[in-house]
């Protein structure tokens, strides 16, 4: 974009280098999945404010007005999810999902995260990887474990089928958005409604 001189932000530079979570995979990169803290997301609907209103500076009041509605709704959205996860013990807040996109969820809300392929969706799961996850499940007797709607299924599948050769039942929990939103005019098409849809899917799925 910069090289078309088309002025773009980055909305991640709203956030302090210090709380995003590295990658063991790529050494100098963060893990890109900041979205799945609520508290990213309200630093993030400021920083475009401010930043629209640099650009923009007399429609100045109305990126205000809308900014500190949406910052209400994320408020609200915050709260209900604590009190959602709230219902699910302890013990049972492990979040198996087909590639890591949950690390910043997990750290917000209290989850155990295991993905099967890493911070990419580019890379594949090993054998040896499956099988090491399959035994985590058995050993902490996980109820089940998510497909993402940006990855192919089979992965988990793989995943679930070798829990099943070890004499464990592991059940496929869901369908969680990870790296993209669901259909534009559906819930799932927006932040909020994305956010409680997983939520909701997760903790039914695991309780
Ligand atoms: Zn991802």
């Known amino acids: 974009m910069g090289s078309q001189n088309i002025n773009t932000i980055a909305v991640s530079d709203a956030l302090d280098p210090k709380t995003l979570i590295g990658s063991e995979y790529f050494a100098s990169n963060y893990d890109p999945h900041i979205w799945f803290d609520v508290k990213n997301w309200e630093l993030i609907t400021q920083f475009v404010v401010d930043k629209l209103s640099e650009a923009n500076p007399e429609h100045q009041a109305e990126f205000e007005k809308n900014g500190a509605e949406y910052l209400e709704k994320l408020k609200s959205l915050n709260e209900d999810i604590k009190t959602v996860i709230s219902k699910l013990p302890e013990d049972k807040r492990i979040l198996v999902t087909a590639h890591d996109a949950f690390n910043y969820?997990?750290?917000?809300y209290g989850f155990e995260v295991v993905g099967l392929q890493g911070l990419s969706t580019a890379t594949e799961a090993g054998v040896q990887d499956v099988q090491n996850l399959a035994t985590f499940i058995i050993d902490k007797q996980v109820k089940a474990i998510f497909v993402e709607s940006s990855v192919p299924k089979r992965t988990i599948e793989a995943l679930q089928a070798s829990v099943k050769s070890k004499g464990f039942d592991v059940k496929i929990g869901g369908t969680l958005y990870s790296d993209a939103l669901?259909?534009?005019g559906t819930e799932?098409?927006?932040?909020?409604?994305?956010?409680?849809?997983?939520v909701n899917t997760i903790v039914n799925a695991l309780k």
């Open 188 to 198: 799932e098409g927006t932040y909020i409604g994305m956010f409680r849809y997983n």
């Open 182 to 184: 669901g259909n534009a």
């Open 105 to 108: 969820f997990g750290q917000a």
